[in-house]
């Protein structure tokens, strides 16, 4: 059983603003049910770039629901700006927490709340799934773009880490050589710049 805080029991029994939105202006969609967990962010956003509604629609377990229950709540009344400078770790600490091997639900919805803006915006739906870079997980769609910033975004250290926050690497595992590489790069590359500072 994991250990879940009570803020998370009580949006994943009461969840707040479930379920699709007639007047949505803005969608994002990331994940998809191959891999297990899929979400569908709704947003009503007005012609002053204010988010007046969000809703959502989840296919996953109790830390997606709450995750995206919780993003719901704390994006409502924000400036599209600055909801975009929102991550998972905000998520997670409204949350009072995740256990780390759900970490990647509230990435989940840092991702789904930029394809979402990218939408309203006019730009083209690149879900991180998609964004530019190598294809290193086939099996959950993981590109080494998408790796990198989760890694920098949660000062990652771990092979396990990554899996946690990605899901890449946690199927077959035969890209976690390629995931340790990345993360390998990226821990000397932090090393260096904290000699430099
Ligand atoms: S290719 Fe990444 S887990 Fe299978």
Excluded at 40 to 61: M, N, P, Q
Excluded at 104 to 129: D, F, Q, T, Y
Excluded at 139 to 152: E, H, W
Aim: proline letters at 3%; aromatic letters at 4%; hydrophobic letters at 40%.
């Amino acid at each position: 059983m994991w250990d879940y805080s009570k803020t998370v029991q009580e949006h994943f029994l009461h969840p707040h603003n479930a379920g699709p939105m007639d007047d949505a202006n803005a969608v994002g969609e990331v994940g998809s049910l191959a891999c297990g967990d899929a979400l569908r962010l709704y947003l009503k956003v007005s012609d002053k770039g204010v988010i007046e509604k969000a809703s959502f629609e989840t296919f996953g377990c109790a830390s997606a629901i709450a995750s995206s229950s919780m993003l719901t709540d704390m994006i409502t009344g924000m400036q599209v700006d600055e909801a975009l400078k929102l991550t998972n770790k905000d998520i997670v600490a409204r949350l009072g927490g995740l256990p780390r091997e759900k970490m990647h639900c509230s990435v989940m919805g840092e991702e789904a709340l930029e394809a979402a803006i990218r939408n309203w915006k006019g730009e083209p739906p690149v879900p991180h799934a998609q964004e530019i870079g190598k294809l290193v997980c086939k099996c959950f769609g993981v590109t080494d773009a998408q790796i990198i910033r989760v890694i920098r975004e949660n000062d990652l250290k771990t092979l396990e880490d990554v899996i946690s926050y990605t899901k890449a690497g946690g199927s077959c595992g035969e890209c976690q050589d390629e995931i340790a590489e990345i993360l390998d790069a990226e821990l000397k590359n932090r090393a260096e710049q904290k000699k430099i500072a």
